[in-house]
Nanobody, 126 residues
Framework: QVQLVESGGGLVQAGGSLRLSCAAS????????MGWFRQAPGKEREFVAG????????YYADSVKGRFTISRDNAKNTVYLQMNSLKPEDTAVYYC???????????????????WGQGTQVTVSS
């Protein structure tokens, strides 16, 4: 079993930055692709960013491309999401997830991920 715990969320003004962390425990995630998703009130959970097991490949939703950066430190069993130039529409609960299956491309739908964290709230004020 893998436990994922997100942290780093909070309230920030538009244009500001936040860095989310996702710490894994129970098992190393160094061989798993990892992803970040978000869910705003009344909306479905959406893919934000994903990273391959070794960090060599990343993929971003168009809405965050150029503003968010996903990275990982396998020695620390931790994945990060650096969020810059935040907008009010980025307000959501952010979740990290682990994909335990080998794939040619980074998974972009929630049903492809096997383990989830509890989420961290990000609120961007205008």
């Amino acid at each position: 079993q893998v436990q994922l715990v997100e942290s780093g969320g909070g309230l920030v003004q538009a244009g500001g930055s936040l860095r989310l962390s996702c710490a894994a425990s129970g098992r190393t995630v160094s061989s798993y692709a990892m992803g970040w998703f978000r869910q705003a009130p009344g909306k479905e959970r959406e893919f934000v960013a994903g990273i391959s097991w070794d960090g060599s490949s990343t993929y971003y939703a168009d809405s965050v491309k150029g503003r968010f950066t996903i990275s990982r430190d396998n020695a620390k069993n931790t994945v990060y999401l650096q969020m810059n130039s935040l907008k009010p529409e980025d307000t959501a609960v952010y979740y990290c997830a682990a994909d335990t299956k080998w794939r040619r491309v980074i998974a972009r739908t929630s049903n492809e991920y096997d383990y989830w964290g509890q989420g961290t709230q990000v609120t961007v004020s205008s």
